[in-house]
């Protein structure tokens, strides 16, 4: 009710001329003032007259019910201050109204100013009772909120000191820690985190309190990336979010943050960059040139660097298929243009065929063409095919040179499997294959991701050896780490390994970050070392140096001869079978005898020289690619051919890579299109590609996009710069650039977007830049929603005039509120702080009172009770509530509210002199009354006596 409205009373007396001049004197001081007689008829006055704001309630009512039975009928149903009116001053009823409401105990005849101070009094009292309802509710949902904030994400929200000690964090921390939030708010941050964290967590934050106060900064958020420790000692990714909180004078007194589990967003990361990086690996000395060409028009669209390729400009370049036929080494040409037909005609999946083009120069280069009809008529024939120009000339040429490797590779690994190591020199991890384990019998979940579990099965006596090579190389003294040595198996035996690793990748100071390898199992091997000596003895010399199989034949007598190494290539002991033009079409493949047959011929022909890459069937019965080379090396005086000389190398571990590559590419593009974050790549900042979930996220097409500029995404031009600036700030010192910023959707609707980019080539950034984009939209408004009910529990609790504390089970401080911090510097003269026992500042008088109180609270009770404190010659008096703080069914602690009623006792004190002086007056005025009526009945009877006399004359 506004204070502009007159208040009104129901004024509960028996005694009809007292109420009117209870009545009278309240009107006149501007209460409306409702009437009632009895008890009953009271309580029914108070049902239909919702418009009463107090009741003054006399004790004794006659016959009916009595005031106090009246009063507790009432309060069962309607919130109303209750003031009793009572001649009773004796101490039992006194107590039997204060157990029914509090709100005042006026002895009649006590005065006018007596009265109407009792009822302001009670009227302040029945506001403020309101208002504190009213705090507590909008305390509880203030609370419930954020509780269902906490329960509902994972994760960390967390608060600290300014000695980075937790003074809160939520439960999600058992679900990413282990511990629960008791445990996790007695560790420090070097209980929790890596060493190497720890010191740069403080370091950081260190920074930044130097910074902020230096420049009296608020808001600034820092982010963190550290690792930290859960309670089963697993070492897990983090990124930290924090920013200081401040007291009025903007002096950081805290700080508040979030963290996050980035276990899963790294592995994504790691995965992105393993496949660029074997992208890269898998085309690293190699130029491929794009081709499109159009069979409607007749038009072939081709890049810079297919012009380039061959020594040539592009406006060198004729935009017609004759260009690139007229080009082509006349050897394979039929064999080339046979491979187009065949796929223009629809009999292939795709156009592939390496073959000799000539150059601007006049020299002719190997290349792989690779290209496909992607649209075509109704009638099937073709429309429109691309494709591309890989250059593998340098490959062709030293192509003798990684046969001889591979074929001496493949004689060390006949029979033997390879294992995988991946050393991660920061985090201390080594991941390693299965093969790896099953190499020596074990399970890959038997073997823990760290290099102590390798060491701990090194043979003793080669430990030393092992330990030295790999120190040298770490210090950078050798170019790889390559050592044989014993490995325990399962069954407690030894196996040779042959340990062949390389650091691949270091800091800016030489140390080591990361290095991978293979183990390769040579036990069998090491234990035949003198007969395999002994044979490649044999090999070197009936070979002369070279591994190739060398051959002959002789075209009148159709005979063939082959050296020793032709049949060891194909797995038979030399001269095992027969060799001849019969048996040769039994050793080769089906699909090959055509191709094999015609280039025969043609070599008779034409007397040239030929290339070709077939396969041959093995002694296992498997099929190996070969290439095999030829000339005509003697002629008759017609020029007909007689002899043709040649060699065949074992190609097929490289076709195998070639194989691995194609399917790597594929699963490239896979995962490009797969992934759960949105990945593109830009020239420039012109968008090259995109993955389906940029599409997804912006709302546009992959066509709406490819081709665009970024500003796109934007909806400013200066976010546009500022986004580009910064992260190719951070990518020139780094070589890696996160921001977050707003992107507009096609829609109009704006989202937040975190954006990280790397160069495909970090010695060259105009080779392109591939970014990874996450929608953090909602990650974003949880943050807002912490800000604004963390903003709305501090202005709620701190900017009440009551004091507010909790305590933890062991009587620390857990909270308090800005009014009781004050009040306890001004009485102890001791700056509180959370963490703080709460009985360190008492004296042991106070410690006797108040320990049993607290303990009695976190055994579950609610207490209320009254207490005094005297400071600085002033006693004061307070009201207390205790409640027990229940988290998950336990008790926690206990939280407390204190309300100063000093006004209050003071009243009531006034209140009993008042009371006291009056029944001394009663007294008095009583005694007079008493004679005043005993004289004016002796009146009566004189006059009475005088009338009868007057009577009878």
Not at 277 to 291: C, H, I, P
Not at 337 to 342: F, S
Not at 381 to 408: F, S
Not at 562 to 575: A, E, F, V
Request: with cysteine.
């Amino acid at each position: 009710m506004k204070s502009s409205e007159k208040k009104t009373i129901l004024l509960v007396e028996d005694q009809a001329i007292i109420a009117m001049s209870e009545a009278s004197m309240l009107k006149k001081n501007g209460y409306e003032v409702i009437i009632s007689n009895t008890g009953e008829q009271a309580i029914i006055t108070v049902e239909e007259n919702p418009t009463i704001n107090l009741i003054l309630m006399d004790i004794d009512l006659g016959k009916g019910i009595d005031g106090t039975e009246a009063a507790q009928r009432i309060l069962k149903f309607c919130e109303v201050p209750v003031v009793f009116l009572s001649n009773h001053t004796e101490k039992e009823i006194v107590e039997k109204t204060e157990k029914i409401t509090s709100y005042g105990y006026v002895v009649k005849n006590s005065g006018e100013t007596v009265l109407i101070a009792s009822i302001k009094m009670a009227f302040k009292l029945f506001e403020a009772r309101n208002l504190l309802l009213k705090n507590e509710q909008q305390l509880l949902e203030s609370e419930k909120k954020f509780n269902t904030l906490e329960k509902q994400i994972d994760d960390v929200i967390w608060t600290m000191d300014m000695n980075f000690r937790f003074t809160y964090i939520s439960p999600s921390v058992e679900k990413m820690h282990g511990f629960n939030v008791d445990e996790m708010m007695m560790l420090n941050p070097q209980d929790y985190l890596t060493p190497e964290s720890a010191q740069q967590a403080i370091e950081i934050l260190g920074e930044q309190i130097s910074d902020f106060i230096s420049k009296r900064t608020e808001g600034n958020i820092v982010t963190i990336n550290i690792d930290q420790i859960k309670k089963d000692g697993t070492i897990f990714p983090t990124e930290i979010k924090a920013r200081f909180l401040v007291d009025d004078e903007k002096n950081p007194i805290g700080i508040i943050g979030v963290t996050r589990d980035i276990t899963e967003r790294l592995k994504t990361e790691e995965a992105l960059f393993e496949s660029k990086r074997t992208l890269d690996l898998a085309l690293e000395g190699a130029q491929v040139g794009f081709w499109d060409s159009n069979y409607v028009t007749g038009k072939v669209y081709r890049s810079e660097i297919w012009a380039s390729m061959l020594g040539y400009t592009l406006d060198e370049v004729e935009n017609t298929s004759e260009f690139w036929r007229n080009h082509i080494h006349p050897d394979d040409f039929s064999h080339v243009i046979e491979e187009v037909v065949k796929h223009e005609e629809g009999k292939s999946d795709n156009f592939s065929v390496e073959h000799r083009i000539r150059t601007k120069s006049g020299e002719y280069k190997w290349i792989l063409d690779w290209g496909k009809v992607f649209e075509r008529s109704d009638e099937g024939r073709p429309i429109r095919a691309m494709g591309v120009h890989i250059d593998i000339d340098k490959r062709v040429r030293i192509e003798k040179d990684l046969i001889e490797t591979n074929k001496t590779l493949n004689l060390a690994l006949e029979g033997a499997q390879i294992g995988l190591w991946d050393q991660d020199f920061v985090s201390g991890k080594v991941k390693r294959t299965e093969y790896w384990a099953k190499m020596l019998g074990y399970d890959l979940e038997d073997i823990s991701e760290t290099l102590d579990t390798w060491k701990s099965l090194l043979h003793p006596d080669d430990y030393d050896g092992v330990m030295n090579a790999a120190k040298e190389h770490e210090q950078g003294l050798t170019e790889n780490f390559k050592v044989q040595h014993r490995l325990k198996c399962k069954d407690d035996s030894y196996r040779w390994i042959l340990n062949w690793g390389r650091i691949s990748e270091r800091d800016e100071n030489g140390k080591p970050i990361r290095a991978v390898g293979i183990h390769l199992d040579i036990d069998d091997r090491v234990k035949t070392e003198e007969a395999l000596v002994e044979s490649e003895r044999r090999l070197r010399n009936s070979l002369e140096a070279t591994s190739d199989g060398i051959w002959e034949v002789f075209t009148p007598t159709k005979e063939i001869y082959c050296s020793p190494t032709y049949y060891t290539m194909l797995g038979y002991k030399p001269y095992e079978i027969p060799l001849d033009f019969n048996n040769w079409d039994k050793i080769s493949h089906p699909d090959d005898l055509e191709k094999i047959g015609k280039t025969f011929e043609e070599t008779l022909i034409n007397g040239l020289s030929f290339s070709i890459e077939h396969r041959l069937k093995t002694k296992s019965g498997d099929y190996n690619w070969v290439l095999s080379r030829g000339k005509v090396v003697e002629k008759d005086k017609n020029g007909i051919a007689l002899k043709i000389s040649g060699s065949s190398s074992d190609i097929n571990e490289r076709k195998k890579i070639e194989e691995e590559l194609r399917l790597n590419e594929n699963k490239l593009k896979s995962i490009f299109q797969a992934s759960p974050v949105g990945i593109g790549v830009t020239s420039n900042r012109i968008l090259l590609e995109v993955n389906d979930l940029i599409c997804k996220m912006t709302g546009y097409c992959c066509e709406e996009l490819i081709g665009k500029s970024a500003r796109i995404f934007y909806s400013t031009d200066e976010e546009y710069e500022f986004v580009g600036k910064e992260k190719y700030n951070q990518i020139e010192k780094s070589g890696i650039g996160t921001v977050e910023t707003k992107w507009k959707r096609k829609d109009e609707k704006i989202i937040d977007v975190l954006l990280s980019s790397t160069p495909l080539n970090l010695k060259d950034i105009s080779g392109g830049v591939t970014f990874i984009a996450l929608d953090i939209t909602e990650r974003k408004h949880i943050e807002g929603l912490i800000k604004e009910s963390e903003a709305n529990l501090n202005s709620l609790v701190n900017n009440r005039n009551e004091s507010i504390w909790s305590i933890d089970t062991n009587y620390n401080f857990i909270f308090a509120n800005d009014y009781f911090k004050l009040d306890f510097l001004r009485i102890f003269n001791v700056e509180l702080k959370k963490g703080m026992n709460v009985f360190g500042s008492l004296t042991s008088e106070q410690k006797d009172f108040w320990k049993p109180i607290y303990e009695k609270a976190l055994t579950g009770t609610n207490l209320i009770f009254e207490f005094s404190n005297q400071f600085n010659n002033e006693t004061k008096f307070y009201e207390v509530s205790l409640s027990p703080i229940i988290s998950d069914g336990k008790i926690i602690g206990t939280s407390a509210l204190s309300v100063d009623i000093t006004k209050k006792k003071k009243s009531e004190e006034e209140i009993l002199q008042r009371k006291e002086e009056l029944e001394r007056f009663e007294k008095i005025v009583v005694g007079r009354e008493l004679k005043m009526i005993e004289l004016k009945e002796k009146t009566i009877e004189l006059e009475n006596k005088l009338f009868e006399l007057k009577k009878n004359g």
